[in-house]
């Protein structure tokens, strides 16, 4: 298991909503996104599969440059692929959207 | 023209199991009338499974649902089968007993309160062994405080099932509500062939587990109340039905002595099979009484 954690001081547009999607099951993962208490976006992860964190920067690195929400986010995950991950985040986007 | 859609009358047919335990909470409730009580954003976690490498979430694949169905105060209790096999912990475990606890509490204070238990578990978490144990033995005392003023209503509607120790709590529910897919035993399949080997129990037998713990064979022999499809209005509507009727004349797990007299009939120089078991059992008596 590993912790990884991720800063993104531009994400600076103040967010009212917060959003829990996913579930921590095989290749899934859950997300908890909530307005940051700091400025910036603050991400952290507990991941269950080891040495992924260049694959975690580069999905987080291309969700933050479309979205600029300073948030906080929380993943659980359980072997998420990339792919998963960045529509997971995204369906959080969606709910704090509605 | 007649117009023909591709897509089969089932794929829209609104299924229970295919949505994840949160949802599946939700789907019993009078509309607008429930409430997530310490749900994912209180992050109350597992502190053991980090320890052994393994990612917790953020309600402990338990969620509980507080509302009204039909009108009455109810609180649902649901394990979530994709987090670690729906699996009773210490945290999971707690939030439930808590639950039902609380429940008992508004119940004999005068504010009758049913819980719904959705139970798609393995039984106690193996990374939590004892905490788990200890969990379900609460549980079960809560479950028996609460059943004296409302009832505690099961659903078990697969694919995981309800087995191990969440399969007592089961047992001492008020009713039970199964699907054709879903499971009820103490000892799952794979276990039982592990510790008797596989000419007891072929744990890879499809046909032979669900004639033994299947949904249809459990109704059909008196273990559980009623079969009702994977869909998700019909399971509502038979908990609604339940929380409606209230507490059953008797609940099974007082009639010791009609299952003592039953086991002491069984001729047992005979393999039993499965349709056999439901002609001999399947009465009234063993519903909670004439109906």
Known sequence: MEHITFEYPTAQRGITKRAHVGVVGSGDMEVLLEPSPESGAHVEITTSVNGFRDAWKAVLDRFFSKFDGAVRIQINDAGATPGSVLLRLEQAVEVIQQ | MIETSIV??????????????????????????WRELVGPFDRVESP???????????????????????GTAAVAISLENAFQGGSIGEVSGAKMASALDLAARDSAAGELTAAVLLLET???????????????AEMISSILNLRQYAPVITVIAGTVGCFGGMSLAAGVSSYIVM?????????????????????EFDASDRELIWAIHGGEQRVGMGLADALVEDKT????????EYVRKGLPPQHRSRQVNLYRDRIAALDNANQINPLQLRQLWSSKESKGGPQ
Do not use: H, Y
Not at chain 2, 49 to 63: M, T
Not at chain 2, 184 to 195: A, D, F, K, T, W
């Open chain 2, 233 to 240: 209005e019909a399971i509502a509507s038979a908990v609604r």
């Open chain 2, 122 to 136: 393995g039984g106690v978490r193996l990374q939590e062994a004892n905490l788990g144990l200890a969990a379900v």
């Open chain 2, 8 to 33: 089969p009358a089932f794929v829209n047919r609104g299924s229970f199991i295919e949505m994840n335990g949160r949802d599946r909470a939700k789907s019993l409730f009078d509309k607008n009338s």
């Open chain 2, 48 to 70: 053991w499974l980090p320890k052994q490498g393994i990612a917790p979430q953020s309600d402990d694949g338990c969620i509980v649902i507080k509302g009204t169905i039909g």
């Open chain 2, 179 to 199: 699907t054709c897919e879903a499971r009820l035993g103490l000892n799952g399949p794979e276990v039982i062939e592990q510790e008797s080997g596989l000419e």
